[in-house]
């Protein structure tokens, strides 16, 4: 039986899999531009025919319906990462929240987990049999290898991407369902994401290998970088600003020790942009994260730059990003991650960037102490370089003293007098001299005299 012939025997309707899923199933299933909504939708729509179902999955892009309060018995979430549609959910018990280290995770759900059922979204087969998993090869790909059921939605939009392929027969069944993908479009770089971007790219040389996560500030970073020479990228996730760079050849991968002249990615978060470059391009392979997050793969690329953001620092440099309090806003992702891998780096840098401020300018998001109830995402051990619209601050090799002196002078202007004060509170000194301190108060006073002007609306 060749392979048209086998690939025929396997395809059903999403109704007719979705019978193979049994009361008290773990089912795993894909993630963000790679989840399987047409299959999901189909459990969603005949949830009342199912008990106890765990369903487990990372980063959504939709609307995460098993959070519904009638699911109750039959779908409840267990979420490897927060996302917009479940946050409310994982806080008050309704959704369960599982937290590791990324490249952990496919071995977390394999070992620990432990689902009977896969559901993932691959391409249509080539010539010779084999689907891609397209943009989500992550823990995806894995979990095809030891479920016992493996439910394939077939979507003629998922693009074929270099890496890490399957055949046809490794397969239970198959669902023809042609759906758009979700999109993670860029929006307009504010002005101080380009500040941000700018202070980062001052840290990155020629020749450098790169790790940019998805949003404002990586965008930013990608948009200051069109000068350099000879990057490469080896990245968990990335999104359409990488799309320049390597159609420029900026990105062209040719000073990487491993995976040379090629980009690495375990997932890609973009719009059409990003789909149609890494579609059949056999310059970017999309590997499992337990390869691509790997702090020793990552440390075998010389010069590894890797840039993450965060909600929190407090003047010790413990990074908070995936917690706000007692609620859990994210996840650890990769940022760990990488940012071990970059130490480990022969030459390697890691960067934590973010705004100064939270909630349009009214809080600071560098802080005496963390929010209570938070967890410390990125151990203060671990820091390297900490980035806001106000400058640099390096971390590594300094006194306690020094990082909190260094942390208060990228904070907002508005906050500086705050965190003097707890400083002085904590060493029992000034951090600054006189001097420095008039600099504080002329730079309070002018960010006074904008606030005043932006809520009056008074040009200069």
């Not at 493996?150 to 369902?177: C, L, S, W």
């Not at 100064?356 to 998001?365: D, E, L, N, P, V």
């Not at 509170?425 to 301190?437: L, V, Y």
Request: hydrophobic residues 35%; negative net charge.
């Amino acid at each position: 039986m060749d392979w048209k012939e086998i690939y025929k025997s396997k395809l059903v309707t999403a109704e007719e899999a979705i019978k193979s899923i049994k009361d008290g199933d773990k089912v795993v299933t894909g993630m963000g531009c790679g989840e399987p909504f047409g299959i999901e939708k189909a459990l969603v729509e005949h949830y009342k025919e199912f008990n106890n179902i765990e369903i487990i999955s990372m980063l959504t892009l939709g609307d995460s319906p098993w959070c519904q309060p009638e699911m109750k018995g039959h779908f409840t979430l267990n979420s490897l990462f927060a996302s917009t549609s479940n946050r409310k959910a994982i806080s008050t018990g309704i959704s369960e929240f599982t937290t590791s280290h990324f490249y952990e995770i496919p071995d977390i759900i394999e070992n620990y987990i432990c689902p009977r059922v896969t559901i993932v979204m691959v391409s249509p087969p080539d010539e010779h049999g084999y689907v891609s998993f397209g943009t989500t090869v992550d823990y995806t790909k894995g979990t095809t290898d030891y479920c016992e059921v493996v439910i394939a939605q077939v979507n003629k939009y998922m693009p074929r991407t270099f890496g890490n392929n399957k055949h046809i027969r490794d397969f239970t069944y198959f669902v023809e369902i042609d759906e758009p993908l979700p999109e993670v479009k860029s929006v307009e770089i504010s002005e101080v994401e380009m500040k941000i971007g700018k202070n980062c790219a001052s840290l990155i040389k020629d020749g450098d290998c790169l790790q940019l996560g998805i949003g404002g500030i990586p965008n930013a970073v990608c948009a200051q970088l069109k000068d350099k020479k000879d990057l490469g990228l080896h990245s968990e996730l990335v999104g359409d600003g990488v799309v320049d760079l390597l159609e420029s050849g900026v990105i062209n991968n040719k000073k990487k020790q491993t995976n040379k002249g090629r980009t690495i990615l375990g997932a890609a978060f973009g719009s059409q942009k990003l789909n149609n470059y890494i579609n059949n391009n056999p310059s970017v392979e999309i590997h499992p994260i337990d390869y691509v997050n790997n702090p020793i793969e990552i440390a075998k690329n010389d010069n590894m730059v890797s840039v993450n953001s965060c909600l929190q620092v407090d003047l010790l440099g413990q990074v908070v990003s995936d917690t706000v309090g007692l609620n859990q806003f994210s996840a650890v992702g990769g940022q760990v991650d990488f940012v071990r891998g970059a130490t480990m780096s022969h030459g390697g840098r890691s960067i934590i960037a973010m705004p100064s401020t939270a909630k349009k300018g009214m809080i600071s998001r560098i802080v005496p102490l963390i929010t209570e109830g938070s967890a410390v995402t990125t151990p203060r051990n671990d820091v390297n370089y900490v980035v806001t619209e106000y400058g640099i601050a390096q971390l590594k090799g300094k006194t306690l003293k020094e990082r909190a002196k260094a942390l208060i002078k990228i904070s907002h202007p508005r906050f500086r007098p705050h965190l003097i004060i707890e400083f002085k509170k904590r060493f029992n000194e000034d951090p600054f001299t006189r001097e420095e301190i008039k600099e504080v108060i002329e730079d309070v006073k002018e960010q006074i005299v904008d606030d005043i002007k932006n809520k009056l609306n008074i040009g200069s």
